[in-house]
């Protein structure tokens, strides 16, 4: 099992710019999310599907969207890139039982520059 | 959303046991309290997750007091691999599944 992988690795884009992260899950896992690292900070979360079909805001989303393709990928979108979005992007997956959140899984990140 | 405070940083030596007390004041009755592990360049790993009273697995314990204000992540004998940013986190459901991440505690094992 690969986990859960995100592509690009890195990536520099110039102000305005458009781009999309990818994430996908080989878990089966029901619920995904999109985190923000920035340097000597936790993560903050972007936005989270808690199952297929399904996405909510978390708590910094402005700038961003996402789509929930299917159950095993979940997209994180940069309309127009800002320098303040420069930071490292998680994503991780996880499964929900009785209301009780298990462990989430994260992929190895996305680093990415905005000039 | 329940928020928490762990130490900004900490050090200790190969072969010793490191306890790392994290506070959750306003921790709900439906919490549960999680610890992560994060290297550099690398996505946060789980280590443990507990309720109340005291959880074990292969790498590390978890104390609850019975108020649940607080917690602590206890790791045995220590080596230099463990150098790393820990998180504690304590889950508020809710209406939604939001975990709240501090800055985390940074240990630092020296040989």
């Known amino acids: 099992n690969a986990g859960v992988t995100q592509t690009p690795k890195f990536q520099v884009l110039k102000t305005g710019q458009s781009m999309t992260l990818q994430c996908a899950q080989d878990?089966?896992?029901?619920?995904m999310y999109w985190y923000r690292q920035d340097p000597g900070m936790g993560l903050r979360l972007i936005y989270y599907?808690?199952?297929?079909?399904?996405?909510d805001k978390g708590e910094v989303p402005n700038g961003y969207n996402v789509s929930r393709l299917n159950k095993r990928e979940f997209s994180l979108r940069l309309e127009s890139a800002a320098p303040s979005q420069t930071s490292v992007y998680f994503c991780?997956?996880?499964?929900?039982?009785?209301?009780?959140?298990?462990?989430?899984?994260f992929g190895p990140g996305t680093r990415l520059t905005v000039l | 959303l329940a928020k928490t405070t762990q130490p900004i940083s900490m050090d200790s030596y190969e072969g010793q046991e490191v306890n790392i007390t994290c506070s959750h004041n306003?921790?709900?009755?439906?919490?549960?309290i999680t610890w992560y592990q994060q290297f550099p360049s690398q996505g946060p790993r789980f280590i443990i997750q507990?309720?109340?009273?005291?959880v074990t697995n292969e790498v590390a314990s978890l104390f609850i007091p019975a108020d649940r204000k607080s917690s602590t992540l206890s790791l045995p004998r220590v080596s230099l691999s463990d150098t790393a940013v820990y998180y504690c986190?304590?889950?508020?459901?809710?209406?939604?599944?939001?975990?709240?991440w501090g800055a985390g505690t940074k240990l630092i094992i020296k040989p």
């Open positions: 991780a997956s996880s499964e929900i039982t009785s209301g009780h959140y298990n462990e989430q899984f």
């Open positions: 878990m089966n896992h029901n619920s």
């Open positions: 599907s808690a199952s297929e079909g399904t996405t």
């Open positions: 306003n921790i709900a009755t439906n919490d549960y």
């Open positions: 507990g309720y109340k009273t005291k």
């Open positions: 986190l304590v889950g508020d459901m809710g209406s939604n599944y939001q975990l709240i």
